[in-house]
């Protein structure tokens, strides 16, 4: 196996989710006693939480370049962000180290393509939900995003942020979401994007009215055969 690298803490909640989807699908292709080889830096996301203008950003991205290039110093092969809005920085990232990078949307774009899935509503943060780092790269495998309802973003942000990096779950944040889910299908859209590593605590993604494509594990799913050999 190879050994994979993940610059984690953005937040601890979704870290652990990484941890625990990649220990298992490696586990389910080779032996019940067999752990994924995986270098984990948790960074203290308080110092990455926020960011607004070009300054934060240039901040937030020298952070990650720094962690990339500890992780390849430590002997990782390839590496994972684990955090969608962090992956506005990902270019900044990889032209830092020599070690691929496994975007998040090109692995949900591909697993859609493969679908056969042309229209969709993303839902994540606000940078994630209507700037262009990461529709564009969906856009780019044949994906027909709806555009962004600012109430909503305003709204999903507010759940993220407020309650679901903290690990606080509640029935009142479910009902927001189905009911979302529910207005995007009406709104036209085929399937949902999770794209936000914390919303799977959240949102059904096996019951639901929508296919829903799930961020988290399908980048876990990639690292997964990366570290398998399986890419």
Known sequence: MRKLGLIGGMSWVSTRTYYDYINRMVQKDSSKLTSAPLLIESLDFAQLYALQDKADWDRAAGVLCDSAKRLEAA?????????????????????????????????????????????????????VMIESFFRQRLVAHGVDLLPPDMEVVEEVDRIIYDELMMGKVTRDAERKLRTIITQKEKDGAKAIVLACTELDQIVDIDANVLPIFDSTQIHSKAAADWILGKD
């Open 75 to 127: 002997g990782a092969g390839a590496l994972i962000i684990g955090a969608n809005s962090m992956h506005k920085v990902y270019d900044r990232v990889a032209e830092a180290i020599s070690l691929p990078i496994l975007h998040i949307a090109d692995c949900v774009g591909a697993k859609m393509k493969a679908k056969g899935v042309e229209s969709a509503a993303l839902i994540g943060t606000r940078n």
